[in-house]
């Protein structure tokens, strides 16, 4: 029953007749319905607005995308994040376009029922798919494929549409490279102290020692391992290579050949002293005495330098001879050791320079091979040649550029002086006896490995010369990492299909319902369908009702209940 609310009156409606499906309707005179321009709301105007409005985001979408592509996510300067901005258009974008295609579902079904006698279960059907994915999958399974079927794959799609617009945008961590004034290590292409007011007059042992050399020696000697005094502020790179003076160290076993050389005295008395040559020429001794001493180390040294001229081979600078042994408990010398190692003057190069906090590596670090004799040559005469610089010319040595290099022939001098002082080539003796004179013994003597002590020593003075006081600053560039926008432009096919789906069924949804189709517009008004009686005898839905703007006035003045 319903009730005018202006008139009080009570109007009996009939219960709904149903006929069965497939029965062929009477031939009834064909219904005009009202229609209005097309910019009403009661037309199109509502689901024009939505599907321009969710193609509009879409694009908007699609700018963010291409104008964050490949920049660092701080290029994003809106006070929302990029990715909660993505997902409120994205959230938006499905709003409006399911607005519009809910409409045309709904509307398509009153053409589906225009056409001919359908069972009237699927108007629930059509109602259901407008409104979610479990009537759209109903539509698709249930009723026959029709032009509302786009609605229902489109209802399917949306449920990707978010999740494949968010899988667009990737933030990935990509390292800034930027040249930077402290990033730096040194090199050096000469080593060369003003000590001219110092050895005036003065012979090769007055010339001034160089207090960080004579450090790095003892570093090196000792095994005490200190970090490169590089600058980085953070993660630093160098791409280019240097070339830096420094030095090496060779060492190999003598032991065989030089026990063959030694000559002994006092062997029928108390204490033996023995002395023997290594095959480098130098003189090592020996004490030994039943129960009292024996000898346990003993290093020689001596410098291949002169005023006069430098070497023709290899730039040998200083030679070694160190002896070890381990006394018993009778102080006789046992598992005897004899060891020859040069140092030399030498060229590196330096490549693949990289520092991350406190650490700092070279990829590469080679020695380069200046040819067989000697590349070092007097710079100019002097009075005595240890006043004058030696020097190389620049040349190119398979493809890398070798530039001139000098090195104050005095400095070398010193070294040399330093070697062969007490400082290191005292000798350690076990028992009763008085080592006055201690020098390095501790460091190298028992079963350290001299090769690599020896090897520590030429890396520590190299190191030396590379930050002196002639070291030039190899400048790097600085490494950061930060956070970049990548677009996978590819999961935002989805999203585009649906929306191209969704116009092409809008614009099949305008073209199937003209004014020429005789349908109503009434799209899913509930009021449209409570305004249709089902006549049994005739097969047909019958309404007096022509314009949906009829069917909400009239029941804006009713008022009805539930009997």
């Not at 490494?479 to 649906?498: K, L």
Request: proline share 4%; glycine share 8%.
């Amino acid at each position: 029953m319903i009730e005018d609310g202006s008139n009080q009156k009570s109007v009996s409606v009939g219960p709904a007749q149903v006929s069965e499906v497939g029965s062929e309707p009477h031939n009834a005179p064909a219904t005009e319905y009202k229609r209005h321009p097309v910019y009403s709301p009661s037309e199109w105007l509502l689901e024009f607005v939505s599907s321009i409005l969710a193609l509009g985001l879409l694009i908007g979408i699609a700018i963010i995308f291409w104008y964050m592509d490949n920049k660092p996510l701080s290029a994003w300067s809106g006070r929302v994040s990029l990715n909660a901005t993505i997902s409120i258009l994205t959230t938006a974008c499905a709003t409006a376009l399911m607005h519009g295609v809910s409409a045309f579902i709904s509307q398509f079904k009153w053409i589906y029922f225009r056409d001919r006698p359908r069972k009237l279960a699927d108007f629930e059907v059509f109602d259901g798919a407008s409104r979610g994915l479990w009537g759209a999958t109903l539509l698709l399974t249930t009723v026959k494929w029709n032009l509302a079927t786009i609605g229902a794959f489109i209802t399917i799609l949306r449920l990707s549409f978010s999740p494949f617009t968010q899988q667009v945008v990737l933030i990935e961590q990509r390292d800034i490279i930027s040249p930077a004034d402290n990033a730096t290590f040194g090199y050096a292409h000469n080593y060369t102290r003003d000590l001219t007011s110092d050895i005036v007059g003065s012979g090769v042992g007055g010339i001034p020692q160089d207090s960080d050399m004579q450090s790095a020696i003892y570093r090196g000697l000792y095994g005490i391992s200190t970090p490169e005094r590089f600058r980085c502020p953070g993660t630093c790179r160098w791409t280019e290579s240097y070339i830096s003076i420094g030095f090496r160290t060779e060492c190999r076993n003598v032991t065989q050949e030089a026990l063959q050389t030694m000559t002994c005295e006092g062997v029928t008395s108390g204490l033996q002293e023995c002395n023997m040559t290594t095959p480098g020429g130098l003189s090592l001794g020996t004490r030994y005495a039943f129960t009292a001493q024996g000898t346990a180390f003993n290093m020689s040294a001596s410098s291949l330098l002169n005023q006069t001229a430098l070497p023709d081979q290899a730039m040998e600078i200083t030679r070694f001879a160190i002896y070890r042994s381990s006394p018993d408990i009778n102080l006789v010398m046992r598992n005897i050791n004899i060891t020859d190692c040069s140092l030399f003057l030498t060229v590196y190069e330096y490549s693949g320079a990289r520092a991350d906090g406190s650490n700092f590596t070279f990829a590469n670090q080679r020695e380069i091979d200046l040819g067989a004799r000697n590349p070092w040559f007097f710079g100019y005469s002097a009075a005595s040649n240890m006043h004058a610089p030696i020097h190389t010319n620049a040349t190119t040595v398979n493809g890398t550029h070798v530039p001139a290099l000098e090195i104050g022939y005095a400095n070398l001098l010193a070294l040399g002086n330093f070697f062969e002082s007490m400082a290191l080539t005292s000798p350690w003796v076990q028992g009763s006896f008085d080592n006055r004179f201690i020098g390095i013994a501790a460091a190298l003597m028992g079963d350290t490995n001299l090769d690599s002590r020896f090897d520590d020593m030429a890396t520590a003075m190299t190191e030396a010369l590379r930050y002196g006081p002639n070291s030039m600053l190899a400048r790097g560039e600085t490494i950061q990492s930060e956070p970049y926008v990548s677009i996978r432009w590819g999961y935002f096919v989805v999203p585009v299909v649906t929306e191209g789906l969704s116009i092409l069924f809008a614009i099949l949804a305008v073209f199937s319902n003209r004014k020429s189709r005789r349908v109503p517009l009434w799209k899913s008004s509930t009021l449209a369908v409570l305004a249709c009686q089902h006549e049994e005898r005739l097969g047909l839905l019958q309404t007096t009702a022509r314009d949906v703007n009829e069917i909400q006035a009239d029941a804006a003045k009713a008022a009805v209940r539930l009997q």
